[in-house]
């Protein structure tokens, strides 16, 4: 096995140790992406710390996957300011063959004390349900009991329903609503749900604070 690479396990398997520096952080086992009989759970990943030289093909993805895309300067002032950002790259399939590398998605997030604030999570349109979001969710769930934290937070749009119930089925449990915190179009805006999961729960259950 290459070095930093980690090849998707058939369930119930652990998954191999990480070897890309601190992220996802503890050496614990992840959830397999897929099922072990998909070509999804065959591709090699690893996380790559995102970088200023990436934020074009990271908006790119971007502009791809939402009707209101966050903007270039969201992502550089992010870098910036030092948030923990990240990109799950994929090595390509034989049917690949273009590119050796594969943006499958990223994440930004913000810590604060005994938190974590989810800030942007996106998975390539055409590597979604694919088990990749899950997968993102738990290096990050990872990374952030690396860092003490207690709380992971995140806002979803409320008209997101799949989104949604992603995170429901996570274990996330919504704590409020933010009225029209979202853009919408045609000078409209949306609500965002805030929710919240509880990290020192060893069943994963989410709950208020």
């Known amino acids: 096995m290459n070095s930093g690479w980690s090849t998707l396990p058939a369930p119930g398997d652990a998954l191999p140790a990480w070897a890309s520096g601190l992220w996802p952080g503890p050496a614990l086992p992840l959830r397999p992406a897929a099922d072990a009989a998909t070509p999804a759970a065959q591709r090699r990943v690893t996380f790559t710390p995102m970088k200023e030289t990436d934020l074009d093909a990271v908006h790119g993805v971007e502009t791809r996957a939402y009707a209101h895309p966050w903007s270039r300067k969201h992502f550089k002032d992010s870098l910036q300011a030092g948030y923990p950002a990240v990109m799950l790259m994929g090595e390509a399939l034989p049917h690949e063959r273009e590119q050796a590398l594969r943006l499958l998605g990223y994440l930004v997030a913000m810590p604060g004390v005994d938190e974590v604030h989810l800030l942007n999570i996106t998975i390539a349109p055409e590597h979604q349900r694919q088990g990749w979001a ?54 409209q805006r949306e609500d965002a749900v805030v929710m919240s999961l509880r990290l020192d729960n060893p069943a994963g259950e989410g709950s208020t604070p």
């Open 134 to 187: 899950r997968f993102m969710l738990d290096a990050l769930v990872l990374w952030s009991r690396g860092q003490n934290a207690q709380w992971l937070w995140l806002e979803v749009r409320q008209g997101n329903t799949p989104a949604r119930q992603l995170y429901e089925r996570y274990g996330f449990r919504q704590v409020g609503l933010r009225k029209a915190y979202y853009p919408n179009g045609h000078f």
